[in-house]
């Protein structure tokens, strides 16, 4: 931090990393030597004074004694002419700051007790290592200090292969973070994810981590331990792009004579040059997904040790006078009983469902018709309308949130706002609904607009035409790891009666797609079941624009598209090869629909109406990548397609049999197709509901939160009362 930005970048870098650590469950202890004082954890005022100061030394384990009495270590202490030891009082005139390399920090954050350290990148071996031994401290400290580091391996330019040789040597424990790969992973090359050297060893998740931390502690192993965690994909350099850009730069600093301390700064601004400042990009992705990374795993390794011990073996007594604490004004005993309580802002360790999605400023338009043009139910084109103007808060995301709710499931809501006077209106209703705003994140880009949503709807309160400006939701999100994942991940930590039932995240399709399908990909690493509600037929082809990146059998669990959206969604599908897939063929055959097709049995089922607008066939064509599709039909109803596996009691109860469409005749999990189309719940007059608009919302929302309350459940066992739910939520009338 203090040599890898430039300042003011650096400063503004620091406190928003504290705070990454802070939404992550942890309290930051920043790092460093300030006025020749050891301190580990600063306040906001001494890192801005080390910052600013000229002259900050990069500190390792040889620097701390002369940093500390107040000797400049960046000048000589010998004196060539005289041969004699210069007086360290000549030295210390201005008294000495600058920022620890990984071996000082361990050094520091050992005395402090501290377990886990999370940072950039590390040393290594240099290329050519083998003949001038030019290897940095950064790797004998990890072979003697006790201290576990995270960060996103050692930079590409130096020997990886000699540098985990060498770790092996010093009896390190090295490990890298699958995030969900299978077999065998590389280990990362800081700015790029693959490094062409496989990883020693694979880590699944922060907890396994903790747990290897506090088995190698149990051991008495007074080694330290590095896990290296990949920069995140959306910032990584491809391996083949980096390897000739530090060829190049390697070339250039021979050439240019940079050698010794010279020579890593010279071959990182040509990196810098060479790449376009993606480098820089990268290093500031990686130091945050770090960071957030091992606040976890030290939350995660407080658990323990805790469940253990009822604490750990931390104590503030026994630090060494000269390392000061300084997080927040916090004491060391404050650091201890919140860093070792697992303590946690995140509200979301209670709730059962995330909803992810859109929050909007709502306007509804209703028309009221004049009296003498009582048979006139639409607003006239062109002209002024009479209306009775309403603003809500609203958005799908919103929506679905107060539908789970509703239910009587715990519910977290996760959105973006701006940073207006919109979104600070929409923060204070939330809080008036009970809404957890930990979820609501203030948009990177601070000229993004809060969403806003205006219906206008006629007489009986059906929409005519509506203006929607979602676009705050539509830029991809650079810090999704640090920013999204703790809420997701938040889920698998409850621990009460009902932790063992399904937990589910609810998207809707507002994001954007590579947002949407980081929420997919992470709900799916964290077994977290998977809800999609299409929003509208621009936005519901979202779901398949990644094409053919897709494991079968399912993309997401669930989707309640109406029949427009399932339409879209179809043609996204045909559109982009997916229905042309071998796995999707072998998929369909299993399904063991019968050659000479089901038509007499699709309109039996659903009715000649709906086979003829083909909103069957898709739905089944569809099934391969959402396995569970309730068509929402208005007035119609709700049509079910769903695939049944082998063990699914519909297979074998009298009372479904009207509804299993085909048997599969095949090995493998699947069992045949079930399809129903359920009658629409009571009708009503438009006077009894406040607002229609929001009614896939609702019957998406109270879907969801009933699947998550249930034991076992079916999703047939819960369309009625979905829709009665939906109803009454639309009706405003409370909860029965």
Sequence with gaps: MWKGFPYPDNLNLARHLETVVRENGAVPATVGVLDSIARV???????????ERPGARKLSRRDLALATVGIDTSKPLVDRDELIVCDSKAHNETPVHGGTTIAGTMILAHLAGIKVFATGGLGGVHRGGEASLDISADLTELGRTPVAVICSGCK???????TLEYLETQGVCVATFAEGRMGDVDFPAFWSRESGVKSPASMRDEVEAAGVIYAQSSLSIASGMLFASPVPAHA???????????ERAVQAA??????????????????????????????TAL???????????????????ISRHGGAAYRPGQISPGVRHATKGATSDQIRASTLAGESTNEFETMDVLVAGSIAS??????????????????LPNTSNPAKIEERIGGVGFNIWRSVNEIGVQAGLCSVIGKDIAGDSLRRSLERYKCSTKGIKEAEDSNKTTSRYVAMNDAHKDLVIAMADMSIMETPSQNFDTKWLPHLRSLTNR????????????????????????????????????????????????IFERGLDYELPRVVDIATPNALELEAMYESAQRRGLLEREDWWRTIDTLGISSSGARSELI????????????????IQLLPFIPNLLTTLGSRGVLLTRILLKDDEALTSPASAPYVISRSKSEGPIGGLYMRLFAPSEDCGAEAINTVNGAGDAFCGSLIGLLAQAQNPRVEDVVDQSQAASLRILKGLPRQ
């Design 41 to 51: 954890g600063m306040s906001e005022s001494d890192i801005k004074s080390l910052v």
């Design 156 to 162: 590409g330019f130096l020997d990886i292969p000699r």
């Design 236 to 246: 990584s350099i491809s391996r083949e792009v980096l390897d000739s850009v530090i």
């Design 254 to 283: 021979s050439e240019a004579g940079a050698t010794g301390s010279s020579n890593t700064p010279f071959i990182l601004d040509e990196i810098k040059r060479l790449t376009g400042g993606r480098s820089v990009d990268a290093n």
């Design 287 to 305: 130091v945050e997904a770090n960071l957030a990374r091992g606040a976890r795993v030290a939350v995660e390794l407080s658990k323990i040790e």
């Design 362 to 379: 709502d306007i509804s338009c209703n028309y009221l018709p004049s009296s003498n043009k009582l048979d006139a139910a639409a607003p």
């Design 495 to 542: 621990t009460s009666e009902s932790s063992a039932q399904q937990k589910w995240l609810i998207l809707d399709a507002n994001w954007d797609s590579e947002t949407l399908h980081r929420w997919i990909a992470a709900a799916k690493a964290h077994g977290i079941a998977t809800a999609f509600e299409p929003v509208s037929m621009a936005k519901a082809g979202r």
């Design 604 to 619: 039996r089922v659903a009715n000649i109406e709906l086979y003829e607008q083909g909103i069957p066939q898709r739905s």
